[in-house]
């Protein structure tokens, strides 16, 4: 078994740092392709359910974090309440999120990179940053959560900056225009791209095996980051589209393609393109985007690894480097099924397809919470989330809402979403019969 165990080397600044780390990609790109759908009052109210939501999961997902610090995360959880079967479901559910959230990123890097290095070499550019990363991983969990850390308190000051410079030239009328483009129906299709803001947050917890005194510090990291996401998120939302309308922080001038570079836009349109800020911007910008590909891709190595550890994936993926103290094998595997999702160039559908796997998770979790306070009321738990239940089932309703909408509004990506999630389950359910009729003795 020592060569399954990770080491405990992260305090709750750092945490704080990963949490945010985790996420701040999202107020850089993504949000900005559900304005198309629901304009700046169908994608404002589609974010103010999921703020709610993510309130209310994030503190429930804590107590059970605090209580079951494993680097599972809710795989852990759910299997822990709610068996092997719905266990598998709720961690391949996250296996998909981290898996796929990624490639989506790295488009955007390889964007941001294309206003340095003209070219239709995006792509490459993308591959280029999984490669890199990944070896950051692997190099040690500590250097790498401090190397996050530090690209994610830039990432946040240059949003406070983009704030303070267009701040000044909001007006409010600008918030009204085509502010409801496609009626109710846009609030729904927009709710990908507003779980965009917050996604993979929850990945704080999948490093609580490597977390000093996790009872203490993944409660102060949680909380710190998930503060610090929706004022940012208001603050961005608001500064995006005030300036000139929603359409300005997603079309190029004299173009109908949807841009990965929102706050580029919307500066350039302030200051013009060849403003010295426009490319501070561009350059720490990138800052926000390798916090999240990074910090993600430390996440979603963790969740693999679980699941080899427990043997849902195969044992090789729970190898622990023996100096480095990293679950090397899982990061690589990560990392190859990521640069496939990049061979397609489609960012916003793989921002849905991590969205899928993500308010799946995020409504199993709650289940999860309400059977363990249920079936384990004597659980040690360092933090207890007041009002847990209602906060719990809030959750889980704004989650499975969201889940029907999604499918609703993309039905192919909601098909293939649901062939994985399914395929993936046969196979384990058949594994799973496999090895109990070996262990079971033989009748003569």
């Not at 340095?116 to 250097?143: C, D, K, Q």
């Amino acid at each position: 078994m020592s060569g399954q165990q990770l080491k405990r080397s992260l305090g709750p600044f750092i945490l704080w740092g990963l949490g945010v780390g985790y996420v701040i990609s999202g107020m850089y790109f993504g949000w900005n392709l559900g304005l198309p759908e629901g304009g700046t009052l169908g994608l404002a109210i589609a974010t103010l359910f999921i703020i709610v939501m993510y309130i209310c999961f994030t503190f429930c997902y804590t107590e059970m974090a605090c209580a079951i610090p494993r680097a599972g995360g809710a795989f852990t959880y759910a299997d822990r309440a709610l068996g092997r079967k719905w266990g598998f479901i709720a961690g391949m559910a996250q296996n998909i999120e981290f898996v796929f959230a990624p490639p989506s990123i790295a488009f955007a890097i390889a964007a941001y990179l294309n206003h340095f290095v003209p070219g239709e070499h995006t792509v490459s550019i993308a591959i280029v940053a999984y490669l890199l990363f990944t070896l950051v991983n692997i190099v040690g969990v500590r250097f790498a959560a401090i190397f996050e850390l530090v690209i994610t308190i830039l990432a946040v000051c240059e949003l406070l900056l983009f704030t303070g410079l267009t701040m000044p030239h909001v007006e409010w009328h600008n918030l009204a225009i085509n502010a409801f483009p496609h009626g109710v129906s846009g609030i729904f299709a927009a709710i990908p791209f507003a779980i965009w803001f917050f996604l993979a947050i929850e990945g704080v917890a999948n490093v609580a095996e490597e977390t000093i005194n996790p009872q203490r510090n993944i409660l102060i990291g949680f909380g710190a980051a998930l503060a610090t996401l929706i004022v940012l998120c208001l603050l961005v939302f608001v500064c995006a589209i005030g300036v000139n309308g929603w359409s300005t922080a997603v079309y190029a001038p004299g173009s109908t393609d949807p841009q990965d570079t929102p706050l580029v836009l919307v500066l350039s349109t302030v200051l013009g393109e060849g403003s010295p800020f426009v490319h501070l911007l561009v350059g720490i910008g990138l800052f926000g985007l390798i916090a999240s590909f990074h910090g993600i891709l430390l996440a979603g190595g963790r969740a693999t690894f679980e699941f080899g550890r427990v043997g849902y994936f195969p044992k090789a993926l729970s190898y622990v480097h023996p100096k480095l103290n990293t679950p090397v094998n899982a990061l690589v595997a990560n990392t190859v099924v990521g640069i496939l999702a990049l061979l397609t160039s489609r960012t916003g559908e793989i921002i849905t397809m991590a969205c899928f796997g993500a308010i799946t998770m995020y409504a199993l979790s709650m289940i999860a919470f309400l059977k363990l306070r249920q079936n384990e009321p004597d659980l040690e738990r360092p933090f207890h989330m007041p009002k847990g239940v209602a906060a719990a089932w809030i959750a889980f309703v704004i989650a499975i809402v969201a889940l029907v909408a999604m499918t609703v509004f993309n039905l192919i990506i909601a098909a293939i979403y649901f062939v994985i999630l399914i395929g993936t389950f046969l196979i384990f359910a058949w594994s799973s019969r496999s090895q109990n009729s070996e262990l079971s003795p033989k009748l003569d």
